[in-house]
């Protein structure tokens, strides 16, 4: 729950940059590693995949517990896996953000893969020709503007109008321990943002699958008849630990947990360092007039061609200390883009063109909050704009919870 009485664990703007360059606590948390993931309930879904022919959406993420991947797994249990359909990032989960990913055949099991990025983020019905049951698996990390949910839209939309059933393999949510942000404002509705849900929605996967079909999100109303093989011994209050990075540039617990906030730095002049050895966790631009962390973007795999490539940038490093501050009250860090805005080179420039802050925030207010913020800096003046909106959410979303909620 986001506590009002913020002055406990809200730094001020020079509080921010003096903790954020200690750096010497290390993440203080306890994973849950009990927690039974729903892909490892082979006993639950086989009798259900028997004489069907299988369509499988995932990609790295998609890994019992053991490590190997369910694709593979399956192909051993004599279960007819007929296509794979990949999210961004690619099968491999190796792609640039917004790269083109093409379709494909996989190598190591000769099966056919299609691409659900770029123009194609909806199977068509030739593609889905031929399935019987198609099982959604990837790893999401909570976040609205995460596109492996709007995938899931667009497979449950294309799943229902075919008549195929879908099969979730439900992982637990690392950030699903709260709810933040502003609730999207549907005439900024986009690929980054589908649904009238906040930044943090607090639902694993399977419960947003619920969601889904349950608040008639899918064009015409249609509901997807929906499977979701739930995992066992997780709570919302548990915090996991992802076994793989699920994406390319999010190769930390602690990035993990920052990206909420961090992300929306993309809509603006900062670099969130890709390019880096710590993406969202470096923060800075050339000409920024403060911190004492300097960072070069280069290319590397997932970050081509990342922001200020080549050159360097001046700002902080999120340090572990206050990963650590965040996790005693977890929110959306506003402080930081505050602070961004307060010591950025050019503020005109700040906020990037095509409105692409407001898209991911899903909000047309918060970039003038931020504006003002930087100048006397108040949780309040935030969250009393979304509280309303926030509170039916929560409402909304008990409805859809298969675990135990946070509060």
């Not at 659900?116 to 909806?122: C, E, F, M, P, R």
């Not at 199977?123 to 503007?145: K, N, T």
């Not at 005693?328 to 080179?345: D, F, M, N, R, V």
């Amino acid at each position: 729950m986001i506590q009002l009485n913020y002055t406990k664990y809200c730094l001020t703007l020079a509080s921010f940059f003096i903790l954020s360059s200690i750096g010497f606590a290390q993440l203080n948390i306890q994973f849950n590693k009990s927690i039974t993931l729903g892909a490892d309930r082979i006993e639950t879904y086989l009798p259900l995949l028997a004489n069907k022919n299988i369509g499988f959406c995932g990609n790295q993420t998609s890994i019992l517990s053991n490590k190997t991947h369910v694709v593979d797994t399956l192909l051993s249990l004599k279960v007819s896996v007929k296509k794979i359909y990949t999210p961004e990032h690619g099968l491999r989960g190796q792609a640039d953000a917004g790269e083109k990913v093409a379709s494909s055949i996989d190598a190591k099991t000769g099966l056919p893969v299609i691409s659900l990025y770029g123009k194609n983020k909806k199977p068509s019905p030739e593609q889905l020709a031929g399935i019987d049951i198609m099982i959604f698996d990837l790893q999401d990390v909570g976040a609205r503007f995460y596109t492996y949910i709007s995938t899931l839209h667009y497979v449950m939309e294309a799943c229902a109008q075919q008549k195929i059933p879908v099969i979730v393999f439900d992982r637990p949510n690392p950030n699903g321990f709260y709810v933040d942000g502003p609730v999207l404002d549907t005439s900024l509705r986009s690929f980054v943002g589908m649904h009238p849900v906040p930044i943090v929605h607090g639902m694993t996967i399977g419960e947003y699958a619920q969601m889904i079909n349950g608040e008639k999100w899918i064009k015409s109303n249609n509901v997807c008849s929906l499977t979701v093989i739930s995992c066992k011994n997780y709570t919302h209050k548990d915090y996991y630990e992802l076994p793989v990075n699920p994406s390319p540039n999010l190769t930390s617990m602690q990035a993990i947990y920052l990206y909420p906030t961090t992300c929306l730095l993309e809509g603006t002049s900062m670099s969130v360092g890709r390019g880096t050895n710590q993406p969202f966790r470096n923060i800075g631009m050339p000409g920024f007039r403060d911190g004492d962390n300097y960072f070069t973007p280069v290319s590397t795999t997932g970050a081509k061609e990342p922001k200020y490539k080549n050159q360097k940038c001046r700002g902080i490093f999120i340090s572990d200390s206050l990963v650590n501050v965040f996790l005693e009250g977890p929110h959306i860090y506003l402080p930081l883009l505050a602070y961004a805005y307060k010591y950025s080179a050019i503020k005109a420039k700040f906020f990037t063109e095509k409105g692409s802050f407001n898209i991911l925030a899903g909000d047309k207010k918060l970039k003038s909050q931020i504006i003002k913020a930087s100048d006397e800096f108040s949780y309040h003046f935030f969250y009393d704009t979304w509280k309303p909106q926030l509170d039916k959410f929560k409402l909304m979303r008990k409805k859809y919870l298969l675990y135990p909620d946070y509060e």
